[in-house]
């Protein structure tokens, strides 16, 4: 097996990228690192999906890794 198969990942250690507060919500209660991908559909929520994401972005041209 391959070495990447042994790693243990921590949730933690893992970018959750979504457009959705539900999910971002979920993401956020099981330990992940959550990026909100903002959607003008979501204006009303903006204040909630900022409150339950570590960051926003509004693409993904806006998105830099930073190893």
Known sequence: ??????????????????DSLASM???KSLGF????VMDKKWEKQKEEIIASSDDQIEDFSQFILNR
Request: aromatic share 12%; proline share 4%.
């Open 1 to 18: 097996a391959s070495d990447v198969y042994k790693r243990q990942i921590e949730p933690d250690q893992i970018l959750f990228f979504e």
């Open 25 to 27: 919500k979920c993401a």
């Open 33 to 36: 690192n959550v990026v909100a």
